[in-house]
């Protein structure tokens, strides 16, 4: 009887997980659906809000990868990275000649959102581009 009932909860918790797209446009393991994304607009444009993007990722942790994803122009930008142990997204979109989104999500080891540090690092690429 617990046989049967764990194999069902294993089941049940194998249902509930799985992988998405980041926004980066990559995939990862994530264990809810829960808002796990902080954006930014700011007035500068795509090129200077990734290069503050890069910076503060190499201040904070580590730059895995820089690419452009696939599916888009060359108007959008991607990153991935390392910052207090959670695997963290970045991409950069020009939306208009003047105007730059940047969107942060920050994934732990079971793929749960921490709003915290996607929030901590959107700020931060608002001060870097301050300076």
């Known amino acids: 009887m617990k046989m049967n009932f764990l194999a069902v909860l294993a089941g049940v ?4 997980t799985g992988c998405v797209h980041t926004v980066s446009d990559t995939t990862a393991f994530r264990s809810n659906w829960t808002k796990d994304t902080i954006a930014g607009r700011y007035n500068r444009t795509a090129d ?14 580590v730059l895995i990868r820089e690419f452009i994803p696939h599916n888009s122009t060359n108007t959008v930008r991607a990153l991935e ?14 939306v208009d ?5 940047v969107s942060v999500q920050a994934l732990g080891s079971w793929g749960n959102a921490d709003l915290d540090v996607s929030h901590e690092l959107e700020k931060e690429i608002a001060l870097q581009l301050a300076r």
């Open 13 to 16: 918790a194998v249902v509930a």
């Open 48 to 61: 200077q809000v990734y290069a503050a993007s890069v910076a503060v990722v190499q201040q904070n942790g």
């Open 81 to 94: 990275g390392k910052v207090n142990q959670r695997n963290v997204y970045i991409s950069v979109e020009q």
């Open 97 to 101: 000649p003047k105007t730059a989104q």
